[in-house]
């Protein structure tokens, strides 16, 4: 075998030997890098520290660097969990927001059809995307059913009004909005309307 030829089957063994570790090392991780954190943060705390960098004895069980260090990763191994609890119960009030809102959708898609099968015109809040989700349901002429507490909270919450004032925003702006639409002659001159039903809960 001439130089040539040997310094190939070398560099050969090198590549081969750079991919073995390669292969045995775990690829790092989001969860690796917030441990870390997590470690070195304890790790350094200058509570557990003298102004010359000596490691001071904080217990009756933790008398040593090495037993400081212990602690220290057994607290980061404890948070990464709470932290991956915590964002477990996140997806999971997700998910739960996403049926409830595909179940309102089909809802009023329900709705709609209803009254077009019954040749009447469904009439809904607005804006849409603030009081759908107070929809409960339909009456047997194909009237939306509203919550009257959800439509308050909504103004609570999108609005930063207070309760009070949400009620008399409510009452004023939107219940008096459809207050002529009980009315007797209202109904017989649109009778392809159908104005929403407000319901009161205790």
């Known amino acids: ?13 090198l590549v081969q030997k750079e ?12 969860e690796d890098i917030r441990k870390e954190e997590l470690l070195n943060n304890c790790m350094n705390n200058q509570k557990v520290f003298d102004e010359d ?11 040593t660097i090495e037993e400081h260090k212990t602690l220290c990763k057994h607290y980061a191994d404890r948070q990464i969990k709470r932290e991956s609890n915590s964002e477990d119960s996140i997806d999971v009030i997700e998910k739960l927001r ?11 898609d329900q709705i709609v059809e209803y009254n077009i099968n019954n040749g009447t015109k469904v009439v809904f809040l607005e804006p849409r995307d603030m ?3 107070a929809i409960h349901g339909y009456s047997r002429e194909g009237r939306v059913i ?5 439509i308050i909270q909504s103004h609570v919450v999108d609005d930063g009004m207070t309760h009070e004032e949400a009620i008399e ?14 009315n007797v002659d209202w109904i017989k001159d649109n009778p392809q309307k159908n104005p929403p039903i407000f319901m009161y809960e205790d």
């Open 1 to 13: 075998m001439d130089d040539y030829d040997a310094g190939f089957v070398d560099g050969q063994k």
């Open 19 to 30: 991919l073995d570790k390669l292969r045995n090392l775990r690829a790092v991780t989001t």
């Open 53 to 63: 960098g000596k490691f001071i004895p904080y217990s009756t069980i933790v008398n």
């Open 98 to 108: 996403e049926e409830k809102k595909a179940e309102r959708e089909a809802l009023i």
């Open 131 to 133: 009081y759908d989700h």
């Open 146 to 150: 509203y919550s009257y507490n959800e």
């Open 169 to 182: 925003w409510v009452e004023f702006n939107t219940f008096g909005t459809f207050d002529h639409m009980s």
